[in-house]
Structures are given as structure tokens and as C-alpha cells.
């Protein structure tokens, strides 16, 4: 362990402990990485422009062990030496770096790729049958590329990977080319706007890929070819529910629009990445429980993807709006009013344990069904108590200044007092910082 406080990183992020170094801050990924399938061989290299923040002679990128780091060069600084070890690969400089300098590190890396566990679980690059899910929230990133792993420091991607012709590959941000190199094929996406590292992803299957008619943004659909006709019938809404999106939360808010994924393997959980979600086959209905997670993912895009929580304790700022638009998306989709989701969840948390306190719930409650819930009721009573003009037009200007940025929930409660006019400190306590649960709320 070092003792030289010059080269010791700042924790990041309690929730995700271990990852992330406050001193710099990426600008820019630059990912080609070469995939063989049957081997779940991924040999990469990982060009990261950066700006130092912090004066230091170091800097730690977050980096899976499962993965051997086969070269380091810098421009920009001189680079006295490199370790890669705890899932840290240190870069020691023979200078001290003043905030605002930058530089360009090139990392080549070797491996079998896997999931990495963390407080909440497994996460990461993970092998499916025939292809590969990347579902890195929250700390599964350096399972396949190098980076600085916290949710604070967004910067642009782009992304090459070459793997057997036959399948599809599906990344971040929009499709700029596709070549033959050998029996393999090259894919390039571009994510031009920023992006936390966990949201990057690739999915790797047997896929076609579909556009769907009648949305406001270019909508795709990618899948197993045998699931065509349950894809198409389970995504059949898509569109609407973008258009409704819109004229609840303002603007899509990636160019690219929005791709979903639906994998040959059954998932436990589908999963949102930026600019595209990923459901298991077993989400290809119509069913509720199906239309509710289309729905869910669907509005991490503005809640969780352009507008980021820096911390995990404020998670119920992606998790808490992406479960209110799943009510929200109810009555649209001819099922039970939004007041009656909030009413059969409420009594479902009343009868659970009161010991969560939704604005810290802590790492390994970071996903507990009760973050979702009563954040989706928070937002319930808020918009009971402030009205539908004024819930809504905080829900737009929420969407609108801090669009591709990083946030916290005191960011969100002095929102909702500026765009309201408001003394809404009592709502906010009693709901997100109490354990006790508060009365039903109503419109
Ligand atoms: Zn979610």
C-alpha cells in the first residue's frame, strides 16, 4: 500500500469504493479492441485524453485484474513507471502535473474479460450463450477498458471493435462505419455527447436489426431473428412512449436516438446504457411487466444517462423517475392510473421494513426495490403538492439545464424551490431523509 500522500487518490465515490480519481478528468475515450468469441479473447487499446485537476505526480485509472495491461505510453507528461495492481493501474510521472494540463495516455491490454463483484454484486462484461452483454452499473467498467470509474467524470467515446462477421455489434452513439478486416468485421460508434464510464457498452449477438416507424427520434430494435415477431409486437409502443417522454421530460436527449436490444439469453433484469436499453428474451410481450421495463429503461435516457447522479447515494435520481414514468406510461398503455400504481406501491413499502432512508440507502441497497418506489412516490407527492404545471415544468427545466451533466439531490430539491416558488423543505425531508414512510400521497 502507498504511503506517499502525492500519490494517494482521493475516494470518488463511497458507494462504489475503490474506483475513480478526482485529481483528473477524461475528455475524451478512444477504444479499438479486437474480440474473439469462441475464446472470449479481448485484446484493446484504450487512447484517453485527460485534464489533470488536481496538482500530482500520479494518476490511477481503474482497470479489472482479469485483464494485462501490454504497454503504457503518455504524451504530455514524462511517465517514470506503471503498476497495475487491486484493480488500479498507476501512472507515475517524473514531474508534477499543475491543474489544467493534458495529456494523452495509450493503454494496450490482453485478457478474458469477466464480471466484477462490488458491493451491490457482479457487473461487467459478461459471456452469454452465443454473444456478450456489457452491464456495467455501477462499478463493472474496468472489467473491459481502462478509465477513471466514477460517475462524475463524463467525457465523449468512440469505439471500434472487430469481431466475427456473423455477428452484430452494438454500441454507444451512432453507427459512423463498418469494414471487413479478414473474417472479422470492424464496427465504429461515436458518442459525441458525454458519457459516465459505466454507461458504455457493447452488446455483441446473432442480431437483426430493425428501424422502427413513427417515433420523433431514429428508433431501432435489434434481436435473435427466431424472436422477430415478439420483438416487434413487445416494442410496438416505442415510439409513443418516446413522443410521450417528450412532453413530460422535454427533448430526447441523445442524437443518435435510441436502440433496443433484446438478447437471445432470458436476463434477470433488463438494463439502460446511453442511448440504447437491453431486455432478456423473456421481455419480448406485451405484458405489463414487459411495457413497464420498456418504459423504465426508456426513461433512464433523460434520468440516469443525461442527467447523472455524481454519487450513488442519489441514485433515486435515475431510479425513483425511471419507476414514476413506468406510472406515468400506465394509463397511456390502458392500464391502472398513475395514482393507483402509487397507491398499491405504497401500501407494498408500508408493510416492508422502514429502515431505508431514501437519499442515503447505502451501497448494497443502491438497488433495492424500496429506492425505487419511494423515490416514484416523492415525486407523486411533489407533484401533488406543487401541481401539474409547475411538476411538470420543473421535470422540463431539470431535463434542460443540467442535460449532460452530473447532479446531486440537492440540486434537485433547490430546483423545485426556484422553478415552483415553494417552501418545499418539509416534503423533502419527511420523504428522503426519513426512514419512516409518509402518508399516501394524492393529486
Ligand atoms: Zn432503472
Known amino acids: 500500500m502507498s504511503t506517499d500522500p502525492a500519490t494517494a487518490s482521493l475516494t470518488a465515490d463511497p458507494y462504489v469504493p475503490g474506483h475513480g480519481d478526482l485529481r483528473y478528468a477524461a475528455v475524451e475515450y478512444d477504444l479499438d479492441l479486437d474480440y474473439a468469441i469462441a475464446s472470449n479473447h479481448l485484446s484493446g487499446r484504450t487512447t484517453i485524453s485527460l485534464r489533470i485537476l488536481l496538482p500530482t505526480s500520479a494518476i490511477e485509472l481503474d482497470l479489472s485484474g482479469a485483464l494485462r ?214 421481455l419480448a410481450h406485451r405484458g405489463w411487466e414487459a411495457q413497464r421495463l420498456i418504459a423504465h429503461e426508456l426513461a433512464h435516457q433523460w434520468w440516469g444517462n443525461s442527467v447523472t447522479a455524481g454519487l450513488g447515494q442519489d441514485i433515486w435520481l435515475h431510479e425513483g423517475f425511471a419507476c414514476y414514468a413506468e406510472w406515468l406510461w400506465s394509463p397511456v398503455a390502458g392500464e391502472a392510473s398513475t395514482q393507483e400504481r402509487a397507491r398499491v406501491h405504497w401500501e407494498q413499502l408500508k408493510r416492508k421494513d422502514q429502515d431505508l432512508v431514501l437519499a442515503a440507502p447505502g451501497a448494497k441497497d443502491m438497488f433495492d426495490d424500496r429506492v425505487y418506489k419511494r423515490g416514484a412516490l416523492t415525486l407523486h407527492a411533489l407533484r401533488g403538492q406543487v401541481g401539474e404545471e409547475a411538476f411538470f415544468a420543473l421535470l422540463h427545466t431539470w431535463g434542460s439545464r443540467f442535460r449532460h451533466g452530473v447532479v446531486s439531490t440537492q440540486d434537485f430539491v433547490a430546483l423545485a424551490q426556484e422553478v415552483t416558488g415553494r417552501d418545499l423543505a418539509a416534503l423533502f425531508d419527511a420523504w428522503l431523509h426519513q426512514a419512516k414512510l409518509p402518508p399516501l400521497p394524492t393529486l
Open 69 to 282: 495491461v501490454t504497454g503504457v505510453t503518455v504524451s504530455g507528461a514524462t511517465l517514470r513507471r506503471h503498476t497495475h495492481r487491486g484493480g488500479r493501474l498507476t501512472l507515475r510521472f517524473a514531474e508534477e502535473l499543475s491543474a489544467g494540463h493534458l495529456l494523452t495516455v495509450v493503454v494496450a491490454t490482453k485478457g478474458s474479460p469477466r464480471p466484477m463483484r462490488g458491493p451491490d454484486g457482479l457487473a461487467g462484461w459478461e459471456e452469454l450463450e452465443d454473444g456478450v452483454i456489457v452491464a456495467s452499473q455501477p462499478h463493472g467498467a474496468p472489467s473491459w477498458y481502462p478509465c477513471n470509474d466514477r460517475a462524475s467524470d463524463k467525457a465523449s467515446y468512440r469505439l471500434t471493435l472487430a469481431c466475427d462477421t456473423a455477428y452484430t455489434v452494438i454500441a454507444n452513439g451512432r453507427l459512423t462505419g463498418r469494414r471487413k478486416v479478414g473474417r472479422k468485421t470492424a464496427w465504429t460508434y461515436v458518442q459525441d455527447e458525454p458519457m459516465a464510464p459505466y454507461l458504455a457498452t457493447v452488446q455483441i449477438g446473432r442480431y437483426a436489426v430493425r428501424d422502427l416507424p413513427d417515433a420523433p427520434v431514429p428508433v431501432r430494435v435489434a434481436g435473435p431473428p427466431r424472436l422477430g415477431t415478439a420483438i416487434e409486437t413487445a416494442f410496438a409502443d416505442q415510439g409513443r412512449m418516446i413522443a410521450a417522454m417528450e412532453e413530460w421530460f422535454g427533448p430526447y436527449p441523445f442524437a443518435a436516438g435510441y436502440t433496443a436490444v433484446v438478447t437471445d439469453d432470458d436476463l434477470e433484469i433488463p438494463l439502460e446504457s446511453q442511448s440504447l436499453s437491453t431486455f432478456g428474451a423473456n
